[in-house]
């Protein structure tokens, strides 16, 4: 089975700290994704990559940076965090020949911003 | 992309097939049909796709028709932890952003004892 795991389920960190999320799959798979998911607004695309050190904007990338070291870890920086990044932020990868459609999702990190 | 439409909410006995219907009538030749779900305060989970055949997973079954206008996701015997909100998406294989998946609001699947 796929398994996409990420640091942490909750998270509460304070108006303008440097936040981290880390996203970790065991599949080789070469595409990862974040979303962050808001009552309402449905799934919105932060940031995609399709290779190590490769990276795509999504819809939503103001505010918001990746990293893409190594194949399996793909990391979300929030470089100073507001409020209005409080939400639900998931993590995908997918497999190569899917056109990265077939997504398979870590349990989310829901991040609370004081 | 092709929009879709599903119906809001369906109830499912425990041991019977639920099947979740989602119309796409303005479908293009080169896309998919996609069904993802989400349980609550979980990520969405795939669970499968197709063009125009028919395909069944070990967890359930598309079936498409001959038209592509509409499609239906068959879990043969729902159980209590079936219960979520089911997506039905249509997308290109290819394109550009190849991530967007756009989820719309989906069918609220309740399995009941």
């Known amino acids: 089975d796929v398994k996409v795991t990420q640091s942490s389920r909750y998270l509460v960190k304070r108006t303008g700290e440097k936040v981290f999320l880390e996203c970790v799959q065991d599949?080789?798979?070469?595409?990862m994704f974040w979303y962050r998911q808001d009552p309402g607004l449905g799934l919105r695309l932060i940031y995609f990559?399709?290779?190590?050190?490769?990276?795509e904007k999504g819809d939503i990338p103001e505010g918001y940076s990746v990293s893409r070291e190594k194949k399996e870890r793909f990391s979300l920086i929030l470089e100073s965090a507001s409020t209005n990044q409080t939400s639900m932020y998931l993590c995908a990868s997918s497999p190569p020949g899917s056109g990265g459609r077939a997504q398979y999702f870590g349990p989310g990190t829901r991040l609370l911003v004081l | 992309d092709a929009k879709t439409t599903q119906p809001p909410s369906m109830d499912c006995a425990e041991g019977r097939a639920a099947n979740l219907p989602c119309n796409h009538s303005t479908i293009s030749g080169n896309e998919y049909v996609y069904w993802y779900r989400q349980i609550h305060s979980q990520g969405p989970q795939y669970i499968i796709h197709?063009?125009?055949n028919n395909e069944t997973n070990e967890m359930a079954s598309l079936i498409i028709t001959e038209d592509r206008k509409s499609s239906t996701l068959i879990l043969p015997h729902a159980t209590l932890r079936d219960t979520a909100v089911y997506y039905c998406i249509v997308r290109a294989h290819y394109g550009g952003s190849q991530g967007n998946l756009i989820f719309g609001k989906g069918t609220k699947l309740s399995v009941k004892p």
């Open positions: 197709g063009l125009k």
């Open positions: 599949m080789d798979h070469e595409n």
């Open positions: 990559s399709y290779d190590v050190k490769m990276k």
